[in-house]
T-cell receptor, first 115, second 112 residues
């Protein structure tokens, strides 16, 4: 069964460094999402992406964050200058149609630790 | 602001019993979804119910949606130890684009 994959599974970085989290969505899906979950807290929406542009983003998704689909398969989340409070689990998701129609399929997540 | 909130926060039952989890939200929605998350793992989609639907079944799962009360419930029948996990409701609404908001979740523990 097709699934969303994410790399790396765990990333440790120093405060102020840039990180890029990678995702490979399900191949026939057109809508892509990033969420984060701080330890012990709820899953928070960051951004949705369709047709090579951001369709919606949350207040969390400030200028430090960016997303890109550099090729036909990868979907990346970049954090330019990481802060301690960026430490969280980051989940990528994809859906065949927009989220009003279809369920989103989630990847296993990347645990980001900022020291 | 729109928010999905589950109750109870935690639920402990014996294997074979039914588990009911509730979710409330504040604004109009396009759909509501339930997800399961095992500790430290990814989210597994369980059921999506659209705003014009009232009930949906999938195996041992039954989801209801009452848009007049802005609430939903997830019933797991004949629970198993393997059902032990956190369960989240998530609502999708149009706010210029579609956004999905998760609740804080219910931690379910099924004792063998």
């Amino acid at each position: 069964e097709p699934e969303v994959t994410q790399t790396p599974s765990h990333q440790v970085t120093q405060m102020g460094q840039e990180v890029i989290l990678r995702c490979v969505p399900i191949s026939n899906h057109l809508y892509f999402y990033w969420y984060r979950q701080i330890l012990g807290q709820k899953v928070e929406f960051l951004v949705s992406f369709y047709n090579n542009e951001i369709s919606e983003k949350s207040e969390i998704f400030d200028d430090q964050f960016s997303v890109e689909r550099p090729d036909g398969s990868n979907f990346t989340l970049k954090i330019r200058s990481t802060k301690l409070e960026d430490s969280a689990m980051y989940f990528c998701a994809s859906s065949e149609r927009d989220s009003s129609y279809n369920e989103q399929f989630f990847g296993p997540g990347t645990r980001l630790t900022v020291l | 602001s729109q928010q999905g909130e589950e109750d109870p926060q935690a639920l402990s039952i014996q294997e074979g019993e039914n588990a009911t989890m509730n979710c409330s939200y504040k604004t109009s929605i396009n759909n509501l979804q339930w997800y399961r998350q095992n500790s430290g793992r990814g989210l597994v989609h369980l059921i999506l119910i659209r705003s014009n639907e009232r009930e949906k079944h999938s195996g041992r799962l039954r989801v209801t949606l009452d848009t007049s009360k802005k609430s939903s419930s997830l019933l797991i029948t004949a629970s198993r130890a393997a059902d032990t996990a956190s369960y989240f409701c998530a609502t999708t609404s149009y706010t210029g684009g579609f956004k999905t908001i998760f609740g804080a979740g219910t931690r379910l523990f099924v004792k063998a």
